[in-house]
């Protein structure tokens, strides 16, 4: 490897990035919004997202806390972790 073919790939890349695809990754742009209030996450099925009842989901982030009025509330994959885990406390779920 000489200073000649490192060049030649420096050169390369730039090409490359002068592109049409020069596109870096893009978001991630999902269609269902996570319902937690606070959160804004894409919520697809595909990226972890899960279907929770309304009274379930409310245990954790209470009524005010969730964007959804359906029965089903949809949550992305970082925020069924976190129901999870809270649920993990309530005995009444796991019994
Ligand atoms: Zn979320």
Same mark, same amino acid.
């Given at each position: 490897?000489?200073?000649?073919?490192?060049?030649?790939?420096?050169?390369?890349?730039?090409?490359?990035?002068?592109?049409?695809?020069?596109?870096?990754?893009?978001?991630?742009?999902?269609?269902? +919004?996570?319902?937690?209030?606070?959160?804004?996450?894409?919520?697809?099925?595909?990226? #972890?997202?899960?279907?929770?009842?309304?009274?379930?989901?409310?245990?954790?982030?209470?009524?005010?806390?969730?964007?959804?009025?359906?029965? +089903?509330?949809?949550?992305?994959?970082?925020?069924?972790?976190?129901?999870?885990?809270?649920?993990?406390?309530?005995?009444?779920?796991? #019994?």
């Amino acid at each position: 490897m000489g200073f000649k073919s490192r060049a030649k790939k420096k050169q390369k890349e730039a090409s490359d990035a002068k592109g049409p695809s020069v596109k870096i990754k893009e978001e991630y742009s999902g269609e269902v +919004r996570c319902d937690v209030a606070d959160c804004g996450n894409w919520a697809d099925k595909k990226i #972890g997202g899960r279907k929770l009842a309304f009274d379930r989901a409310a245990d954790i982030w209470g009524e005010d806390g969730l964007l959804g009025s359906s029965r +089903r509330v949809t949550v992305c994959k970082s925020c069924y972790k976190e129901w999870k885990k809270a649920k993990k406390d309530d005995p009444n779920e796991w #019994g």
